[in-house]
């Protein structure tokens, strides 16, 4: 799969290449043909203006000879105007005129530089010329046209022959074909476009006589009516630009650029064909998608190697790992084997302190038996000498009173530790969750007393039970006692709270201390038998194992939340009895 992806990279890399220098070779190309294109304008069009400005003046110079005001002051003497024929012929040779004529205010031909000639325009009228319309307004008129008599196109300029009134037009036609020949010769595509936007010099073929853009009927009918371009139909021409500045050749399309060139609202137009830009694009895109080809190619050999070396070094990598890797688990089964030796020697040391343990308990239970008796004969000694008190001795009766209080508190003890300390039968019973909790308390009331915090135990308003056995019960509540007293024990302002509640389906009680808490690490493993975090020969570590048993064997369970520096919190979740039957039997 690697190679077809690698070869699809490429290529698609080749194409991405390609594109973007094509689009930015273009651009540059064509902003480049642009720049060549307005430079050609700028000279194009300083030729232009210098070939007209050659004839700026003439028409005005030639309207103050004295020859020419006789012959619109006189129009009918013919000495007049064979005079002005003569002066416009010879003018018009010293100044290379193409031609030169003189026009009454009704639009006849009064003299002209051709009269001699069979194209001769003395008689003809010209009223129709928009040259002549400005001229007997008082101003020079400028116009392009094709001659309507000599057929051939001209640049008129006009100028008016005022004697304190016009009394005449002065016309001179100046040729512009010999630009038109120069752009022809030179291969350039330059234009020159009228006011109406139809292109009367070229040096496109092609272009000659055709608008920029569509004409509209107006236009075309004013253009009629002027006869500006006499036996060139215009109508159906077709447009020269495609686009604003695009236009179409033989050659395919071309760049145009346009500037404007005199005050006739004449536009100077140069156009160049697009195709060497593209081809300059194309080439450049196609050397472009070649050298991303050979970077890939490069790119991927490159690729190779390295991952050549890496595999080498993964090798070399992963044999140094394995030897690690083995020599760790010889470290950890050396370590394992320690470790075990190191339990089992703790546990047959534990084996030997519980049956240290065991027999000693077995000497307090005979020990408590012994003491029972005694005890109660005291106690009854006691009664009967407060009962033969004489009146008045109150202080001993007080006295009395309270050695039998301890008495009674020592006969309650040894009470719980007969109870503890037998062993229970296997079956369950009702019992009172409250009386289990204070006989705890009494058993480990010594401890609190010594610890210095006495356990706060609020007896719940509804009386809650729990099938279970009560002495089994009492053995789970004195270890968490104990451990919660040995959690507080050096604790300032610390404190141990009794909690029970009950729901549908669990009673909870729960053992709460203020004490030193619980590391983290330790608390998943504070059940596991055998672990204690209490010093060396405090405990045995099975409290928590065997309350944990004795509670799943009621059908519970043991949860323990703890915070280092807050404290712990141990709650023994049993199911509740499920009818009111049960509870009361």
């Not at 135990?457 to 104990?482: C, D």
Request: charged residues 20%; aromatic residues 4%; contains cysteine.
């Amino acid at each position: 799969m690697t190679g077809p992806r690698t070869l699809i990279a490429a290529i698609a890399l080749a194409l991405c290449a390609a594109a973007l220098t094509y689009h930015l070779t273009y651009r540059a190309g064509e902003e480049a043909l642009r720049s060549q294109l307005d430079q050609s304008l700028i000279l194009t069009a300083r030729a232009v203006e210098t070939e007209i400005a050659r004839f700026g003046s003439l028409p005005a110079i030639a309207a103050q000879d004295a020859r020419i005001l006789a012959a619109v002051n006189t129009p009918q003497n013919p000495a007049h105007i064979d005079a002005a024929n003569q002066y416009l012929a010879k003018l018009s040779a010293l100044s290379g005129a193409s031609l030169l004529f003189l026009i009454a205010p009704d639009g006849t031909t009064l003299a002209a530089s051709n009269y001699q000639t069979a194209l001769n325009l003395v008689g003809l009228n010209f009223d129709f010329r928009p040259y002549f319309k400005a001229a007997m307004q008082g101003i020079n008129g400028r116009y392009y046209a094709i001659g309507t008599t000599t057929g051939e196109p001209g640049y008129f300029l006009s100028t008016p022959v005022t004697m304190g009134s016009v009394r005449g037009v002065l016309v001179v036609k100046v040729d512009l074909r010999p630009l038109q020949a120069t752009w022809l010769e030179a291969g350039l595509a330059t234009a020159i476009i009228d006011q109406d936007g139809v292109a009367f010099l070229s040096g496109a073929a092609e272009w000659l006589y055709r608008p920029t853009t569509a004409l509209s009927p107006q236009t075309v009918a004013r253009i009629r009516e002027a006869r500006t371009y006499d036996g060139v139909e215009l109508v159906d021409a077709d447009a020269i630009l495609t686009a604003p500045d695009r236009a179409a050749s033989a050659h395919g399309p071309m760049l145009i650029r346009a500037r404007p060139l005199t005050d006739d609202g004449w536009m100077l137009m140069a156009g160049a064909p697009i195709a060497p830009v593209a081809t300059t694009a194309t080439l450049s895109a196609l050397g472009a998608a070649l050298l991303a080809l050979l970077a890939t190619g490069l790119a991927k050999i490159a690729h190779q190697r390295r991952q050549l070396v890496a595999l080498r070094l993964r090798q070399n990598a992963l044999l140094e790992t394995r030897v690690a890797e083995r020599t760790r688990d010889l470290a950890h089964e050396v370590q394992a084997r320690r470790q075990t030796e190191a339990e089992l020697r703790a546990a047959q040391e534990g084996l030997i302190h519980s049956e240290k343990m065991a027999a000693l308990g077995r000497m307090s239970a005979a020990i408590v038996h012994e003491i029972s008796q005694p005890l109660a004969a005291m106690e009854a000694t006691l009664g009967a000498a407060e009962i033969a008190l004489p009146k008045g001795q109150e202080k001993t009766k007080t006295r009395i009173a309270t050695v039998r209080g301890l008495v009674r508190r020592m006969q309650r003890t040894t009470k719980h530790l007969k109870s503890f300390s037998r062993k229970e039968q296997g079956q369950l019973s009702l019992v009172s969750v409250t009386q289990i909790v204070e006989n705890a308390m009494d058993l480990v009331a010594p401890r609190a007393k010594a610890v210095g915090v006495t356990p706060q135990f609020a007896p719940p308003e509804t009386p809650l039970h729990l099938r279970a056995g009560a002495i089994r019960m009492e053995q789970v509540l004195v270890n968490l006692l104990l451990n919660a007293l040995d959690a507080v024990e050096g604790c300032d302002g610390a404190s141990i709270t009794v909690h029970c509640e009950a729901t549908d389906t669990q009673t909870l009680i729960r053992v709460r201390d203020t004490g030193t808490g619980i590391d983290p690490a330790d608390l998943p493993r504070v059940a596991e038998p055998f672990f204690s975090t209490k010093i060396s020969g405090e405990g045995l570590g099975l409290g928590l194992s065997i309350s944990q048993a004795i509670i799943a064997e009621f059908g519970g369970e043991i949860r323990i939340t703890s915070a280092p520096g807050q404290g712990t919190e141990v709650t023994l979740a049993l199911p509740t009895p499920q009818s009111q039957e049960e509870t009361a039997a």
